[in-house]
Every structure is written in C-alpha cells, then in structure tokens.
C-alpha cells in the first residue's frame, strides 16, 4: 500500500518543526516547565517522524517487508513480547512503589500506585475497543 506524497512531505514538516522547537529550547528565555514541555513535545514529533519515515523506506526498499512484518509468526512474536514487557513494566512499577513507600516519599508513591490501577483498565478497554473493530 503505498502513501499518498502529502503524507510524506507531512513527516518532513515535523522535522522542521522540531528544529524549531530546539531553537525555542536553545535561545528562548522560557520558563522551566515550558522547557521540559517542549522537550517532550520534540522527543514526540521527531520519534513519530523518524519512525514513518524509516518505516516508508523499508518498504520502498524491500517490497516483502510489509508481508513480513504481518507474517503469522512476526505477529504472534510481537504479542509476547509485549505481554512479557508490560509484566515488567508491572513489575517495575510495583518495585518503585514500594521504595517510594519506605521512602517516606508519598506524592511519587501515589502517583505509582494509581498508574499500576489504571494500566489493567486501560487493557481491558482497549481490548473492547479493538474486539468491536476486528
């Protein structure tokens, strides 16, 4: 399936502004938090970029790629991995909590807890959302 060309020049527009936002960051007297702000906006724009960009020119280059990636095996490969990364993701998280708890460092320790909560219900609503598609 190939991508219209105002597609492509789109993910080279994020580039420019990227560039601008590092300028904003570099010679701009802004605030901390404006700062953090546009640094996560820019590691957003430019990773989403580069990831299309790069996912275009694999399949320019190699016709069977995209067959590939969807391959049965591919596809069953990447589900595993997926639930084995976010059960250490739980994991991870669990074990910050719990430091943070003897820490004595409450804010972090909540903000943790809550977001080991909201992952299993973010999965089941997005499993849902998913089902009613396919």
Same mark, same amino acid.
């Given at each position: &399936?190939?991508?219209?060309?105002n597609?492509?020049?789109?993910? %080279?527009?994020?580039?420019?502004?990227?560039?601008?936002?590092?300028? /904003?960051?570099?010679? /701009? @007297?802004?605030p901390? &938090? /404006?700062?953090?702000?546009?640094?996560?906006?820019?590691? /957003?724009?430019?990773?989403?970029? *580069?990831?299309e960009?790069? %996912? @275009?020119? +694999?399949?320019?280059?190699?016709?069977?790629?995209?067959?590939?990636?969807? @391959?049965?095996?591919? =596809? +069953?490969?990447? %589900?595993?991995?997926?639930?084995?990364?976010?059960?250490?993701?739980?994991?991870?998280?669990?074990?910050?909590?719990?430091? *943070?708890?003897?820490? @004595? %460092? &409450?804010?972090?320790?909540?903000?943790?807890? =809550?977001?080991?909560? =909201?992952?299993?219900?973010?999965?089941?609503?997005?499993?849902?959302?998913?089902?009613?598609?396919?």
């Amino acid at each position: &399936m190939k991508k219209p060309k105002n597609k492509k020049k789109l993910w %080279y527009l994020g580039y420019v502004v990227c560039a601008f936002i590092l300028l /904003a960051i570099a010679f /701009a @007297d802004l605030p901390d &938090m /404006a700062d953090i702000g546009l640094s996560v906006a820019f590691g /957003a724009i430019f990773g989403l970029c *580069f990831t299309e960009l790069w %996912y @275009d020119k +694999q399949v320019k280059k190699n016709p069977d790629f995209e067959v590939e990636v969807e @391959d049965e095996r591919n =596809v +069953q490969i990447k %589900y595993r991995a997926g639930y084995m990364a976010c059960g250490f993701n739980w994991l991870l998280l669990s074990a910050a909590t719990v430091a *943070f708890i003897i820490l @004595d %460092y &409450m804010v972090p320790a909540i903000i943790t807890g =809550v977001i080991l909560i =909201v992952q299993p219900v973010i999965l089941i609503v997005a499993s849902n959302i998913i089902e009613k598609k396919i």
